[in-house]
């Protein structure tokens, strides 16, 4: 019965994506990212239910936006760009990875930082110095982790799925930007 529901569920996920492509990754973006800031605050900082007035859900409501209006449309247009430009090219996967990585990979994670704090309202003083303490940290970590996991996601999956698989990937991903972004530690 289970794996009937899911099923459905998956179908009707296929239908609104092949209907409203940006908007369905744009959801599925916010609401992962979301997710990975919920889990950021109630198991990394212990912030769990039984303390509900020390989550921050003005914090959870950034990632949701953020995923939403930012980084769901920038990523399935990306997607697209990088299949349509290199797909067909001799080591087409793996040049994708490489721009992937080696290009919108940095000006992303800067974009992050700065929308983020900007949304937090933060001073343009204090996104400098955050993305000064925290960015070589960030990028180094992201490299442990994206570029096998856009290999096999530019490689065995097709592109109308890259942002879902992404952010699936992401949401361990997004648990440790949300604790990141969040610290005022060294």
């Known amino acids: 019965m289970a794996a009937f529901s899911l099923a459905k569920v998956w179908r009707a996920y296929l239908?609104?994506?092949e209907k409203y492509p940006l908007r369905t990754m744009?959801?599925?973006?916010g609401t992962l990212m979301c997710a990975g800031d919920f889990i950021a605050q109630v198991a990394i900082e212990k912030r769990g239910f039984y303390r509900l007035?020390?989550?921050e859900v003005k914090r959870s409501l950034r990632?949701?936006?953020?995923?939403l209006f930012m980084a769901g449309p920038v990523f399935g247009v990306w997607y697209a760009w990088l299949?349509?430009?290199?797909?067909?090219?001799?080591?087409?996967?793996?040049?994708?990875?490489?721009?992937d990585q080696c290009v919108f990979t940095p000006l992303?994670?800067?974009y992050f930082f700065i929308v983020m704090g900007a949304l937090?309202?933060?001073?343009?003083?204090q996104i400098?110095?955050?993305?000064?303490?925290?960015?070589?940290?960030?990028l180094l970590t992201c490299y442990k982790i994206w570029p096998l996991a856009q290999a096999c996601n530019f490689t065995f999956v097709p592109v109308q799925h890259r942002v879902l698989v992404t952010n699936f990937v992401a949401v361990g991903w997004n648990t440790y930007l949300a604790w990141k972004s969040a610290s005022d530690e060294p």
């Open 15 to 17: 239908g609104v994506l």
């Open 26 to 29: 744009a959801c599925t973006t």
């Open 53 to 55: 007035r020390k989550y």
């Open 63 to 67: 990632f949701l936006g953020y995923g």
């Open 83 to 99: 299949d349509k430009t290199f797909k067909v090219t001799k080591f087409g996967n793996w040049k994708m990875v490489f721009f």
């Open 108 to 110: 992303y994670l800067l």
């Open 120 to 125: 937090k309202g933060d001073s343009w003083d």
């Open 128 to 138: 400098k110095v955050k993305i000064k303490k925290d960015f070589l940290d960030v």
